[in-house]
């Protein structure tokens, strides 16, 4: 089939190269001309693995291409995916769909007759609607639900395909775009219009309830002397809880689940339902990370003024460099407004963290990062930092203590090498030193 993907960030490249693996013709419009003579190019502006390969593959073989031209995509496709993005409004927690309408109306104004134009983007229930009533187009809603770091494998091999449709026709036509997703044994959800915008908005809220849940329990454990890590995996064995999405830690963050939460509570209350537990949910969350701050504070024995922090970790989680709401930076810039000299290390998202943050100090390693540091902060748990020698450690930093908001080092490792070691939710290993004895056995290396 001949698709056009309108708006190649994140989700509409991916979805792009994706459908031209599939083996339909592909062409990606985008109102951004270097971003689509990068693509053109065969080069993605974002870490994201698996993802170049395909699209120089499939630039190179004529399969996929990218341009500015909204007519000539019109042209072009017998279906269109919507693929752009919806931030959060600003001054409320709505969803801008300043993007969305604009890239239905370039579209629309453009289509062939018996075209279908399907919102892929994450939208507030009733968009879907407004918009088949203001274009008079057909028009379907076919959420995607992938996470950054496993696009490629999440769009290709999905859990679910959600198809909102009005007509057997539409339907057709997306079961025919996805026919080899579909003949893999994917299972379909084909529902109406409110249906589908809502399935994306719920599972995004779910995974993160699922993860604010595990946060509290980290903040009871806190109080209470137990041991989060220990209790998500307990709890995780009952099939009807599961183990996923239970890492407690410094809290979750990237372009989704925080806007989308916030967009969702903000949307139900236009309906007149309440949802105020979600806010609970965004208020657990950012808790984390004012308990990293009030570590940090307490390990350097009440301020941080003048301290060396590293911070490792930049990207909102690992395998990415996206930096978007990442619980790392937000720390780290908070330290540093405080007076700390913080130096942050990150494998894939030093690039993204500098343009951002400009006055944080930045280090090439995480060695480079540790030295003479008074204090180390785990922030993102890429795998490299679980494989660092803590003796080795020891010898580049002024003081070995390390809070781990990711709960992903060995403790034990740690501690046996004579670090004070920390994590969230989690009591300090047997055999701690006091703190005061800590600062009286700190390499003194300023
Ligand atoms: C998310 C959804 O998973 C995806 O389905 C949706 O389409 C977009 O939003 P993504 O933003 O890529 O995907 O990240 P995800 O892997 O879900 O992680 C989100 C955040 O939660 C990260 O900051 C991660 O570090 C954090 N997280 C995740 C935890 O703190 N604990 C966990 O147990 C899992």
């Not at 370039?106 to 919102?119: C, F, P, T």
């Not at 036509?173 to 915008?197: H, I, K, Q, W």
């Not at 670090?419 to 055999?431: K, S």
Request: glycine share 12%; proline share 5%.
């Amino acid at each position: 089939m001949r698709l056009t993907v309108i708006g190649t960030g994140y989700l509409g490249a991916t979805h792009a190269a994706c459908m031209a693996e599939l083996g339909h013709e592909v062409l990606g419009v985008d109102v951004d001309p270097e971003k689509v003579a990068a693509l053109q190019g065969g080069q993605v502006p974002f870490h994201e693995p698996g993802l170049p390969e395909l699209i120089a593959r499939h630039t190179a073989s004529g399969r996929l291409a990218f341009t500015t031209d909204h007519a000539a995509a019109g042209a072009f496709g017998e279906v269109h995916f919507v693929c752009v993005g919806t931030p959060q409004r600003q001054g409320s927690g709505g969803a801008d769909l300043t993007h969305v309408d604009a890239a239905f109306a370039a579209i629309a104004g453009h289509a062939a007759e018996g075209s279908l134009i399907v919102g892929k983007s994450t939208v507030p229930v009733g968009t879907a609607e407004r918009l088949a009533a203001r274009h008079g187009a057909e028009i379907a809603w076919n959420p995607e639900f992938l996470r950054e770091g496993h696009a490629v494998e999440d769009t290709l091999r999905p859990d679910r395909l959600v198809f909102g449709v009005r007509s057997a026709r539409a339907e057709g036509l997306l079961r025919e775009v996805y026919a080899p997703v579909l003949g893999a044994g994917t299972p379909v959800v084909s529902t109406d219009f409110p249906t589908a915008e809502l399935v994306k908005t719920a599972a995004n809220a779910f995974l993160a309830t699922k993860i604010s849940f595990i946060n509290a329990m980290a903040e009871v454990c806190e109080a209470a002397g137990g041991d989060v890590g220990v209790l998500a995996e307990a709890i995780g064995y009952d099939d009807r809880i599961g183990g996923k999405f239970l890492r407690a830690g410094v809290g979750f963050g990237g372009g989704c689940l925080p806007k989308d939460i916030r967009a969702f509570a903000h949307r139900a209350d236009e309906l007149g339902v309440s949802l105020a537990f979600l806010r609970e949910v965004d208020a657990i969350n950012m808790r984390r990370r004012d308990k990293v701050v009030g570590l940090a504070r307490e390990l350097c024995g009440g301020s941080v003024l003048g301290a060396r922090v590293a911070v490792l970790g930049a990207a909102f989680k690992p395998g990415s460099d996206d930096i978007r709401d990442s619980p790392a930076l937000n720390v780290a810039a908070r330290l540093r407004l405080d007076g700390a000299d913080v130096t942050v290390y990150d494998p894939e998202a030093l690039d993204n963290a500098r343009k951002a943050y400009p006055l944080l100090g930045y280090a090439l390693s995480a060695e480079e990062a540790l030295e003479r540091a008074d204090l180390v902060l785990h922030l993102t748990e890429w795998p490299q930092f679980r494989e660092l020698d803590p003796e080795r450690a020891a010898e580049l930093v002024s003081r070995p203590r390390i809070v781990d908001g990711r709960g992903t080092l060995d403790a034990g490792r740690w501690t046996v090498a004579g670090w004070h070691f920390r994590a969230l939710g989690r009591p300090a290993p047997v055999g701690e030193g006091t703190l005061e004895g800590l600062q009286g056995r700190g390499r003194e290396r300023q």
